[in-house]
């Protein structure tokens, strides 16, 4: 093999082969293809149903080769319960973004967790509303610039950035919460291990498995991809720390 016919990797075969949408530098497409790769090498592409809901992350039933569902804005728990309950023997697996989950979605995901449903939700948190044009989300950090809030987040007025993973980690239902962020490869190699974790707690009927992951929104943020990956590490993780916060296999 000449070194022009090395591979680099092999594509999952729950990954579709297909350019996505999404913007240069944008972390989506990373988030997806971990949770891609996790899927094919645990078996579990046949058996999984995937629940989408509204933001960038949308379209990701043409991304992964599994049978899918599509939720009205914020909805995507209460959908997944649903499909969960009606077909319990499937990997209900459900995909959204900050803006969806902890927006108008805060109902949904804290009554859902609370519940100990057994699904798993990946989280993935761009500290903004990326599909809609960059307003304010929930976890917009105190001082970003966003279209809504064009002299940057003021705290007096629309409160602090909300931190997921730890109120998620704090419900009974909950079997496993983390947060990790996709930045460098380090970290991509730890987010993958702690989805993974999200993926066999409901394995296991052990209940509610929950995976933030920090994400770049160059786009929105009016940055290139590396500024975008510097602001990961010296603006969001001191703000939403990196770390397990329930794992209830460890406490075994």
Known sequence: MSEQEILAFDKADSIV?????YCPGCQHGVAQRIAGELLSEMGL????????SIGCSVFLYNYLNVDSVEAPHGRAPAVATGVKRARGDKFVLSYQGDGDLASIGMAEIMHCANRGENISIIFVNNTVYGMTGGQMAPTTL????TTTSP????????G??????EIIGSLGGVAYSARVALNNVKNIRKAKKAMKKAFEVQQKELGFGFIELLATCPTNWRMNAIQANERVESELIP???LGVYKDITAED
């Open 17 to 21: 082969d297909v350019p996505t949408h």
């Open 142 to 145: 105190v001082g970003q610039k």
């Open 151 to 158: 002299a940057g987040r003021n705290a007096a007025k629309e």
């Open 239 to 241: 703000y939403f720390p």
């Open 45 to 52: 592409t046949e058996n999984t149903l995937l629940v989408t």
């Open 160 to 165: 602090l950035p909300i931190r997921m993973a």
